[in-house]
């Protein structure tokens, strides 16, 4: 059975250490989407919300809050990221995000992809609430991952 790899003989939260372990190029993506009504997404595509701009914003924090990971995840490392695209498409139903991430490190850069993912998402939804409270961020995860000792890792369809 795999064991959690934060967590010491004790019990107790720890952070790994990576010291011995080769950089590697790492990247990963990560997706979430907003359910929002017909009306909301109406407002989005003609850029009529009183915040403003919803798709450029919630792209902006994707990307500011992927390189905050490490500030935000108690033990998560800082990596040094070389890229970070968040890609927002509008559909029928709602918004969907996904954050793609590389870097050249020690250890992999998922938690920075499901952060970025995760902000853009809380975004939009902080921009359309005052038209939409009933605005929902469902199907956050991991959709691909690859470099390291694990190798890669594709989220199945």
Do not use: W
């Not at 920075?112 to 199907?139: N, Q, W």
């Amino acid at each position: 059975m795999a064991k959690l790899s934060h967590v010491d003989r004790e019990g107790k939260a720890r952070m790994v250490d990576v010291g011995a372990k080769a950089v590697t190029r790492r990247e990963a993506a990560a997706s979430a989407f907003v359910k929002l009504s017909p009306e909301t997404i109406g407002l989005i595509r003609a850029n009529g919300l009183a915040k403003g701009d919803v798709l450029n914003t919630s792209r902006l924090a994707g990307i500011q809050a992927a390189k905050r990971a490490h500030e935000l995840i108690p033990l998560t490392h800082p990596i040094p990221l070389e890229n970070i695209a968040v890609d927002l498409d509008v559909e029928k139903t709602g918004v969907r995000v996904r954050c793609r991430v590389t870097a050249e490190a020690k250890t992999g850069a998922e938690m920075e992809a499901l952060t970025g993912a995760a902000i853009a998402a809380l975004t939009i939804y902080d921009m359309v609430k005052a038209v939409e409270r009933s605005a929902e961020v469902v199907r956050l995860r991991l959709d691909y991952k690859s470099g390291g000792k694990s190798g890669v890792y594709r989220r199945k369809a």
